[in-house]
């Protein structure tokens, strides 16, 4: 074999005396037209934070591809010799399943000698799953947990291990705190910031703003004073690779006290564990409401509030803004896809705080150019705290112009709102809770004025009386810390991790509607589902064995220039920030902060606030939505 791939690899590379520029010339017609572009949304496929695109050395793709074709045809040699020797077509054949290859197809690549049968590759993924079957019976064995029982989906960070005490990890810790709670009398100052959440609202907003000027307005001079983009951390948990464990698909009733039963049932078959070594009471179950679930259905509620009315010519809400900017919505994106309503909200914010800008610079009226302005560091801090005074401060709230005018009132308050929604997405990848915990505070109060919020405007009320009060802080410091997660244990790239479930949930459905093989509800849940990760990887693998590179890339959301100036146009004839022109005036948002606060001076003034910390877990258990994470406590 070695002289056969030596002879492979001199035949293609072909004549050492060729030049690079004749290799080039070469690999340019060898690649199809589509690899031309290599910024195209098809080729920038991420994957929990890694992006593939094209190698950009013409030499290297060359050599490796020699290599590659080499040692294909060895291995495919050795296969049709002796059919033992079916490394590469094992692989290549799960790497075809998860690609979408159909039955036909593969059989045919099969008869060449390229890979396996689609039999084998169902076996195999058939004993993956039994290796994962394993994996997860070991992990639950509570005798190998002596501090923590085994958690669902992944283990806290082993960093955070030495900081808990054993003693406030059992579930009589847990349901002494919980019956100590029922007890407590609940007052609205457990909502109202502190000087410490306050100082960190007045710093994120200042740092919204500066991150708007850096990019679209000016750039420093000099360094003489440091420019925050990024408010200070409060607590940042450390990058690390998530130990993660997948547990089968499950068939249970949705949203009834019966699915979660079966959840329950399902869990305890899959553990190993007996109905002795498992409760039989809810009492070991705490539910936490997911962090990204929650950020996206409280910023659908503030962003239709702050939607506005299209028929009115003179509304200036978030619909303006977006068709300004280029985006015809003719209502806004909530449901079909939460991350184009998240980039919708911070495209509106980020216009909405330039503009701001423009007005303190006295630069409304002047188009921005291609070249940002060079200016002084103090320049654009002076510019930035004016902003700050003028639109984002409690005393803007109070000014003649917010009491006079609905439009500038409404344009304070979607300052605002929106201003917790890029806070909190920005906290989770930035992998602070600390800062996300400040948000939630806020969100606690805004959902009880926030219009058809049943569900949520009971619990992040609930959370944060559980955090700060209720539970013991060995236990708070486990759900703080197992909310966010890193697929890629790199810092920048986190989310939820119901997000994170999210993903993988849409991963099982395409590779199960991708791999031709018909809709067979036990395949999916025995094969796919607890394979879901290593059929992901084999995915990307396809890729790199194409000579792609892997590349860690955060998502921008940037606006164009020409958007900008056109938004920048409206805003100057509708006299946002200023005195609006005589006309129909719209509809006044809704305090919702104010509104809230109100409501909860209100019922506690009436029936007291101890609804917010239910007696009765079992019913918590049973109104909580799937999106929460369940954390097993161990006895």
């Not at 300052?415 to 930035?430: P, V």
């Not at 996300?436 to 109060?445: D, H, V």
């Not at 993903?503 to 607890?530: A, P």
């Not at 056109?566 to 005195?579: P, V």
Request: glycine share 6%.
């Amino acid at each position: 074999m070695p002289f056969l791939y030596n002879l492979l690899c001199s035949k293609i590379e072909g004549p050492r005396g060729t030049s690079s520029l004749d290799c080039h010339a070469d690999l340019v017609e060898e690649r199809s037209d589509e690899d031309d572009d290599a910024n195209s949304a098809e080729e920038l496929a991420n994957f929990d934070g890694l992006v593939l695109m094209k190698s950009r050395g013409p030499a290297m793709w060359r050599t490796y591809r020699v290599q590659n074709m080499a040692q294909t045809v060895c291995a495919m040699v050795a296969f049709g010799r002796n059919r033992r020797h079916n490394g590469l077509q094992l692989g290549n054949t799960l790497m075809f399943l998860s690609g979408g290859v159909t039955e036909r197809v593969s059989s045919y690549l099969n008869y060449i000698g390229l890979c396996s049968s689609r039999w084998m590759a169902h076996a195999a993924l058939k004993a993956l799953g039994k290796e994962a079957d394993q994996k997860l019976k070991v992990r639950f064995n509570l005798n190998e947990s002596p501090l923590l029982a085994p958690f669902l989906f992944h283990m806290p960070p082993a960093s955070l291990l030495q900081e808990l005490d054993p003693a406030e990890l059992s579930v009589k810790a847990l349901n002494n705190a919980l019956h100590q709670a029922s007890k407590m009398t609940i007052c609205p100052s457990m909502f109202t910031p502190t000087l410490e959440s306050s100082e960190h609202w007045e710093a994120t907003l200042k740092s919204q703003i500066t991150r708007a000027i850096l990019r679209y307005l000016a750039k420093p001079l000099d360094g003489r004073v440091n420019l925050q983009k990024n408010p200070l951390a409060v607590h940042p948990i450390a990058p690390e690779y998530p130990n993660v464990t997948m547990l089968k698909l499950m068939i249970a009733s949705d949203n009834s006290a019966q699915g979660v039963g079966d959840v329950f049932t399902g869990v305890i078959q899959q553990s190993g564990l007996t109905p002795e070594d498992n409760h039989d009471t809810l009492d070991n179950v705490l539910p936490i409401p997911g962090a990204a679930h929650t950020l996206w259905n409280i910023s659908q509620a503030i962003f239709l509030a702050h939607w506005g009315n299209e028929k009115c010519s003179h509304d200036t809400g978030a619909w303006r803004t977006l068709h300004a900017l280029g985006v015809t919505a003719k209502k806004p994106i909530t449901k079909k896809d939460f991350n184009l309503m998240l980039c919708h909200i911070e495209k509106v914010h980020e216009a909405n705080l330039l503009y701001c800008v423009l007005l303190v610079s006295n630069r409304g009226h002047i188009s921005l150019a291609q070249e940002l302005l060079a200016v002084s560091s103090e320049t654009i801090v002076e510019w930035v705290d004016c902003t700050y005074k003028r639109f984002c401060s409690g005393q803007a709230m109070l000014a003649d112009l917010a009491e006079s005018s609905i439009t500038h009132k409404n344009l304070l308050l979607r300052i605002w709102d929106f201003g917790t929604i890029l806070e909190a997405q920005r906290a989770m990848k930035d992998s602070d809770y600390g800062r996300l915990m400040y948000m939630w505070e806020k969100w606690a109060i805004m959902t009880q004025g926030l219009r058809k919020m049943p569900h949520y405007s009971k619990h992040p009320p609930k959370l944060i009386i559980q955090l700060k009060y209720a539970l013991p802080d060995s236990i708070a410091k486990v759900v703080l810390n197992t909310l966010l997660i890193s697929p890629t244990g790199k810092q920048g790239h986190f989310m939820a991790t119901d997000q994170y479930l999210e993903v993988q949930n849409y991963w099982l459905k395409y590779f199960f509607n991708h791999s031709g093989i018909g809709t067979n509800i036990d395949r999916l849940m025995d094969v796919f589902s607890s394979n879901i990760s290593v059929l992901q990887y084999l995915l990307e693998l396809l890729k790199l064995e194409s000579g792609d590179e892997v590349v860690h890339q955060s998502h921008k959301n940037k606006i164009s220039l020409d958007l900008l100036n056109n938004f920048c146009r409206m805003a100057e004839s509708e006299c946002i920030g200023r005195a609006p022109p005589v006309g129909l005036a719209p509809e006044a948002t809704t305090d919702c902060y104010l509104t809230g606060i109100h409501k909860l001076q209100q019922e506690f003034t009436k029936n007291g606030l101890t609804a917010l910390v239910s007696r009765q877990w079992r019913k918590l258990i049973k109104r909580t939505r799937s999106a929460c994470n369940s954390i097993t406590i161990r006895s």
